[in-house]
């Protein structure tokens, strides 16, 4: 594993575009909250440490990871962002069905960023224990979230 005990939320905040005049959206799975909490956190407080303002992050939360896809569409449809951070987290159980919630979010998320000119950031964790999901959600790993929030700032910069 390349990344082992490393933390790849470090940023050089001045090699980031300042995310002042920018919009996010955030769409946040209610499955695993404890762990799509964090990773939303993470991603918040990324956005605003690189100067987004707080009332220029729109949160909507949905049931699970699967709907993601139709979460951030809507919010692409109905409001003015500069990119969007679909959260989530899916782990591993005893059936497939990890794997197809797994692969239809991906692909989801990859068919809007195809469909629209605002760029969606998928932040899916898809892990196979509850302490992986934790270590790349504010642990040793650091938080998805932040690097997300990062992802989106760089993106919206990119469409702009």
């Given at each position: 594993?390349?990344?082992?005990?490393k933390?790849?939320?470090i940023y050089?905040?001045?090699?980031?575009p300042?995310a002042?005049s920018l919009?996010f959206?955030?769409?946040?799975?209610?499955?695993n909250e404890?762990?799509?909490e964090?990773l939303?956190?993470?991603?918040?407080?990324?956005?605003?440490?690189?100067?987004a303002q707080?009332?220029?992050?729109?949160?909507w939360?949905?049931?699970?990871s699967?709907?993601?896809?139709?979460?951030?569409k809507?919010?692409?449809?109905?409001e003015?962002?500069?990119?969007?951070i679909a959260i989530?987290?899916?782990?591993?159980?005893?059936?497939?069905?990890?794997?197809?919630v797994?692969s239809?979010t991906?692909q989801?998320?990859?068919?809007l960023?195809?469909?629209y000119d605002?760029p969606?950031?998928f932040?899916?964790?898809?892990?196979?224990?509850?302490?992986q999901a934790?270590?790349?959600?504010?642990?040793k790993?650091?938080?998805k979230g932040t690097?997300a929030?990062?992802?989106a700032?760089q993106m919206?910069?990119l469409?702009?």
């Open positions: 594993m390349a990344t082992e005990n933390n790849l939320s050089d905040k001045s090699k980031i300042n002042k919009r959206g955030i769409v946040v799975s209610e499955w404890a762990i799509t964090a939303y956190k993470g991603a918040f407080d990324a956005l605003v440490d690189c100067g707080q009332e220029n992050i729109i949160r939360s949905v049931p699970g699967f709907e993601l896809t139709f979460g951030a809507k919010m692409l449809t109905t003015e962002v500069d990119a969007v989530g987290s899916v782990i591993r159980g005893e059936t497939s069905h990890f794997d197809f797994c239809a991906a989801g998320i990859k068919d960023n195809v469909a605002v969606v950031i932040c899916v964790l898809t892990d196979d224990t509850l302490q934790e270590d790349r959600s504010g642990g790993h650091g938080n690097e929030a990062i992802a700032i919206a910069v469409g702009n």
